[in-house]
């Protein structure tokens, strides 16, 4: 998948985080996260799967997490992909 | 935009708070519990404020959800990077909602979510040299032989200046017109680099007062905010050591303003500069001496006051607009 436009997933809430994902012609993963400090390496990881996953090589994600886990990474960064490619 | 009767169970529910309500702002959300108003909180640009919470609701998900509100109506008007100014106390409820505290100043804090200063930072690592750099702000409404003797005095203190030209639009020439023609204007000067504040620059005209419980302290608050901010998050990564102001002799705000500056300053060991106006025709040149001389249409007037550059674009067609902007207000 291509992202063409700017879109956005997800929330602010606990257990949650918020994804912004715009076109550019690098990757470039930005993460916020209330528990950065132990876990970036996990939700680097998780973003970088989801990415090769559905076949995303370049755009600007930004994510600010509040200790979500991995399948909610995972789900909020394939809704802000899919929104972002639509025709 | 939000009905009248909406408006006021806002208004109530921000005022049961201790917090002020005000009008300016371009969205507004609330959320309701079997009908009641039991949260809100509003935008203006890129400003969230008045994030008001009935006491049964606070430390419940009612502040993610205003805020995830807010936050995607601000992306969508545009704006990446989002600002809260709150209480001190209020800060740690930010923080964990992944907002960075940027500054705290007696009763008010920053905080910022978004790419923010780290980026405008890494926008500008190129320019960033070492040194024994000063800093010039100025709003350059337009740019005069005032701000240039400013800045040339300046420059020869310095290894490299920073010019800021501030970007908030709350003035008659708009920023792209206020930035170019300082670049114009200093061409000339090979250790002058222009750069946009960005956010960073803390307009009285962004600056929300809802939360501070005296008007009077407004004034001072800002300032104090704005200081601090170039003193701990721009000046260290600019190498900033001295900052250099023109004098203000008449205008008891930016004098008012001079004397919160040079106390902070000192406290944060940057060295304070105040440079003395130069005169045209027995009095000191200032930019609003150049407007009134623009909208009066003094072409010779005009040409004691400012460099080349800024009279060629004030006899521009660009620039009749601007004029008739600054005669009608």
């Known amino acids: ?87 | 935009m939000a009905d009248p009767s909406t408006l006021r169970e806002a208004q109530s529910l921000i005022e049961s708070q201790g917090l002020r309500f005000e009008p300016d702002l371009d969205d507004l959300v609330g959320l309701y519990d079997n009908g009641r108003m039991v949260g809100c909180g509003a935008r203006k640009g890129y400003v969230l404020k008045m994030l008001a919470i009935l006491p049964d609701y606070q430390g419940t998900s009612v502040l993610g959800e205003l805020v995830t509100r807010l936050t995607l109506g601000g992306m969508a008007a545009g704006h990446d990077t989002l600002f809260i100014y709150t209480q001190p106390q209020s800060a740690p409820s930010f923080q964990s909602l992944n907002f960075r505290l940027l500054v705290t100043q007696g009763p008010v804090a920053l905080l910022e979510h978004g790419p923010g200063l780290e980026a405008y930072l890494g926008d500008h690592a190129a320019q960033i040299a070492p040194g024994q750099n000063g800093a010039v702000v100025i709003n350059g409404n337009p740019f005069t032989l005032g701000h240039l003797h400013l800045v040339e005095t300046a420059a020869q203190r310095v290894d490299r200046l920073y010019l800021f030209v501030v970007r908030e639009d709350r003035s008659a020439f708009p920023f792209d017109v206020r930035f170019r023609l300082a670049q114009e204007a200093t061409t000339h000067l090979e250790n002058v680099v222009v750069l946009d504040t960005s956010r960073y620059a803390v307009s009285a005209g962004t600056f929300p007062s809802y939360f501070l419980k005296r008007l009077d302290e407004v004034a001072m608050a800002q300032m104090g905010i704005d200081v601090r901010l170039f003193a701990q998050r721009i000046a260290p990564k600019f190498h900033i050591t001295t900052r250099f102001v023109g004098e203000e002799p008449h205008c008891t705000t930016t004098a008012a303003y001079n004397q919160v500056m040079s106390e902070v300053l000192h406290e944060h060991a940057i060295q304070w500069v105040e440079v003395p106006r130069i005169l045209a025709g027995g009095s000191p040149i200032s930019a609003t001496r150049v407007r009134q001389a623009f909208i009066d249409n003094e072409i010779d007037a005009l040409k004691n006051l400012v460099p080349e550059s800024t009279f060629e674009f004030l006899r521009s067609a660009p620039a009749r607009p601007i004029a008739d902007c600054l005669r009608s207000c």
Do not use: C, N, W
């Not at chain 1, 899919?82 to 025709?87: I, V």
């Open chain 1, 1 to 87: 998948m291509h992202i063409r436009r700017k879109a956005s997933s997800g929330t602010m809430q606990s257990s949650d985080l918020m994804v912004t994902v715009e076109p550019s012609d690098l990757l470039q993963i930005e993460i916020e996260s209330t528990v950065k400090k132990q876990f970036e390496h996990l939700i680097r990881a998780q973003i970088t799967a989801t990415l090769e996953h559905l076949g995303v090589t370049t755009g600007r994600i930004q994510i600010s997490d509040r200790g979500a886990l991995d399948y909610a990474i995972a789900a909020r960064i394939e809704t802000a992909i899919r929104r972002a490619s639509e025709e």
